[in-house]
């Protein structure tokens, strides 16, 4: 019997009686990191990294039960040994690696391997079995290097400001917004942000983590205030009232999506930046061959193509079907997030 099994509920360890990021009510969950999709309502415990903890309990109510562990840090539940390490995904990411009689398993979550300089940067974990995401599983999508996608966001806000105009740039309001906070230049101007994303940074700087400042979105605050502002929105803003605060504004969005044509033909939209929080073709076949497995399971994302790749390289893989959604919800693909002002 395998030491993950793919169910109903979600990636089960039967020896321990534990469910990875379930996407249906259990007992105990062990959740990889605090998006929607992956942290979901319901569960009698969980158990996540500790800063994912407060994001999770913002999300989902104080009142439930859940404890955290730092990265390295191990839990034995029924002679399985838990633990978890870095993802670079957002902050609080991990990879939870799992290991029973001398076998280890790893399952990614969602994971990048640029440092962002912001989350804690993807460590490579050995283990005989590797469950990896492949969001973005096709040679197409190839990253630039962050630096040179900022250079280009702040080239276009001081374009922007010097037009007059406000420049509205989207992003999930966990994990890209903050990374979009932290990556662009705060000397061209006063920084905005949506309601939503901002009782996340509220929740984040509670924790003693450090953001560049912001200037809520409310009601109060005049149309020309905005005139050369950055103001960042989750996808869901974009194409209702929300837009009506602000004069003239320019729209653009931050996703690996945007690496193709059709979803920028899509989204109608002025600029679109090739910014995602997952790995690219190349990272998820660098991450897997460091891991030194024996076999991958491929999740979410271009998973037939992927695991098809794999198999002709030499590599062991098989699809499984999960429930998680990537970065579909930054292009009006996925289920998304609920966000509220």
């Given amino acids: 019997m395998p030491l993950l ?3 109903e509920k ?20 062990i959740i990889t990191h605090a998006h929607a999709d992956h942290s979901r309502w319901g569960n009698k415990f969980y158990l996540s990294h500790h800063l994912s903890k407060p994001i999770i309990q913002h999300r989902l109510g104080q009142d439930i039960s859940i404890e955290s562990m730092e990265y390295g840090e191990s839990r034995t539940i029924n ?12 902050i609080g990411s991990a990879q939870v690696r799992v290991e029973y009689k001398g076998e280890v398993w790893v399952a990614s979550g969602d994971y990048k391997l640029e440092n962002d300089g912001f989350c804690a940067p993807f460590e490579s ?41 406000a420049t509205v740039l989207t992003g999930y309001s966990l994990g890209k917004a903050q990374r979009i906070l932290q990556g662009v230049d705060p000397s061209i101007g006063k920084i905005y942000t949506h309601g939503a994303i901002e009782k996340t940074n509220e929740v984040i700087r509670n924790m003693g983590v450090k953001l560049n ?75 897997i061959n ?22 002709e390289n030499g590599i062991d893989s098989q699809v499984e079907s999960t429930e ?18």
């Avoid at 590797?130 to 080239?155: D, M, R, S």
């Avoid at 059709?262 to 995602?276: A, I, K, M, N, W």
């Avoid at 497995?293 to 794999?310: A, D, M, P, Q, R």
């Fill in 324 to 341: 998680f959604e990537g970065e579909l919800a930054e292009v009006g693909q996925g289920k998304g997030e609920k966000e509220s002002e």
């Fill in 10 to 29: 979600g990636i089960y360890c039967k020896q321990a009686n534990v469910y990875i990021d379930p996407w249906k009510p259990v007992d105990y969950a």
């Fill in 5 to 7: 099994q793919f169910t």
């Fill in 290 to 311: 460091a891991t030194g497995c024996e076999k991958v399971i491929v999740t979410h994302g271009y998973t037939n193509i992927f695991s098809k790749w794999l198999n």
């Fill in 79 to 90: 002679g399985v040994h838990f633990s978890f390490h870095p993802a670079g995904h957002i």
């Fill in 125 to 165: 974990v050995k283990c005989n079995v590797f469950i990896t995401e492949c969001t973005f599983g096709l040679p197409v999508f190839k990253w630039k290097p962050q630096e040179e996608v900022f250079a280009a966001i702040n080239a276009w806000w001081r374009q922007n400001k010097a037009d007059g105009k």
């Fill in 213 to 287: 400042d912001t200037i809520y979105v409310t009601p109060e605050i005049q149309k020309k205030e905005y005139e050369g502002s950055l103001i960042i929105a989750p996808p869901a803003a974009l194409g209702t009232s929300w837009q009506k605060k602000f004069p003239a504004f320019e729209v653009g969005i931050a996703s690996g999506w945007m690496n193709m044509r059709g979803p920028r033909r899509r989204q109608s939209v002025d600029r679109g930046f090739v910014l995602s929080d997952h790995a690219d073709f190349e990272s998820l076949n660098i991450a």
